[in-house]
Nanobody, 127 residues
Framework: QVQLEESGGGWVQPRGSLRLSCAAS????????AAWFRQTTGKEREVVAA????????HYLDSVKGRFTISRDRSKNTVYLQMNSLKPEDTAVYYC????????????????????WGQGTQVTVSS
């Protein structure tokens, strides 16, 4: 049973940066798809970035392209989300998720396709 633990959230001013980490235990990300979601009160959960572990391809929500980067460290069994040029509208609880299968691109955006979830970490962007 894979367990995911996020860290790195917090408060930052607009145009600042944060890096979120997601460490997996009880299993590995190998052959999994990993993703970062976010959710704010009253809004649906949305995928921010996804990484197909085997080939390393990355995919992003349009509103974060060029600002956010998802990456991995195989040796640490960890996925990261580097967030730069943060905006107030990026404020949300961010969740790490992983799928048991290597999802096709069209399936990356649906949270129902992910099997494991972290507890979430709050990111607040304000002045």
């Amino acid at each position: 049973q894979v367990q995911l633990e996020e860290s790195g959230g917090g408060w930052v001013q607009p145009r600042g940066s944060l890096r979120l980490s997601c460490a997996a235990s009880g299993g590995t990300f190998n052959r999994h798809t990993a993703a970062w979601f976010r959710q704010t009160t009253g809004k649906e959960r949305e995928v921010v970035a996804a990484l197909r572990w085997g080939e390393g391809s990355t995919h992003y929500l349009d509103s974060v392209k060029g600002r956010f980067t998802i990456s991995r460290d195989r040796s640490k069994n960890t996925v990261y989300l580097q967030m730069n040029s943060l905006k107030p509208e990026d404020t949300a609880v961010y969740y790490c998720a992983a799928s048991n299968s290597r999802l096709i691109v069209s399936s990356l955006w649906d949270g129902e396709n992910y099997d494991y979830w972290g507890q979430g970490t709050q990111v607040t962007v304000s002045s």
